[in-house]
């Protein structure tokens, strides 16, 4: 058996992880897919000063106060900011990072960055009344954020719609501070990411990157749009168990 602790990205609780989730109980593991504060049916603990040591910090006590330890600590997207940070400060309870289409930040970093000034200034245009980023049109997530939409269906994007929370930009804007702590196992599973182009950005040193290069790390491919728990879940379930076995 294996523990799995999953992590969602922008606008959703851990309710977006059900399919993997299933498959994974079902095989017999421990899983604790996190809602995250403000998120899904925390919405209400949210606030302007909610921001990602919040997250990460949400995360550290689903770990500590389940008393788990030897996790496979996976992140979605924007999952990977404070996974980042959970992994510097408890290393000694994790067994691996999971990155899914996601990765670590670098020291000083935030997420909003990951996209250049462009990118910060959009995501900072949403926040409408300063602090809260709702989910903007399908059309501007497939563009102007450029996440693919691939391999979701109506169905698929009804249903995240109905379930997506606006995300307090404080998550996305504070960078993260790391103290070194670099010594736990990861893999990125890249999605819209074709491995040839996320190899080509280590080897330019791109600094969302350039890490994945270490010895710590195993690259693997997942083909299909940036989001497989809904795309993909049985396949993304099934890898996720092979990663650890």
């Known amino acids: 058996m294996t523990t799995f602790v999953l992590v969602p ?41 909610t921001d990602l040591d919040t997250h990460v910090a949400d995360i550290v006590r689903v770990i500590e106060d389940n008393d788990l330890t030897d996790v496979v600590l996976v992140a979605h997207s924007y999952g990977g900011s404070p ?29 909003a960055d990951f996209g250049g000034p462009e990118g910060r200034a959009y995501l900072e245009s949403l926040a409408g009344d300063g602090w809260r980023i709702p989910l903007p049109s399908w059309e501007d997530v497939a563009t102007t954020m450029g996440a693919s939409l691939a ?40 999605c819209s990411f074709p491995l040839p182009v996320v190899r080509e950005m280590i080897a330019a040193g791109h600094p969302f990157f350039a890490a994945l290069g270490g010895p710590r790390w195993r690259l693997f491919e997942l083909t299909t749009g940036h989001w497989p728990m809904f795309s993909r879940p049985k396949d993304l379930a099934e890898l996720l168990v092979d990663l650890t076995t």
């Open 83 to 111: 996974v980042t940070g959970v992994a510097d400060r408890i290393p000694d309870r994790l067994a691996r990072v999971v990155y899914v289409d996601s990765g670590p930040l670098p020291d000083g970093f935030a997420q």
């Open 151 to 190: 391999g979701m269906d109506d169905a698929a994007l009804a249903r995240f719609r109905a379930g997506a929370t606006d995300q307090p930009l404080g998550t996305v804007t504070q960078p993260i501070r790391r103290t070194g702590a670099d010594d736990v196992a990861c893999d990125l599973v890249a």
């Open 9 to 49: 990205g922008y606008w959703l609780g851990g309710w977006a992880w059900q399919d993997v989730t299933d498959a994974l109980r079902a095989a017999g593991h421990d899983v604790h897919p996190v809602t995250l504060t403000g998120m899904a049916d925390r919405a209400a603990e949210a606030g302007p000063d």
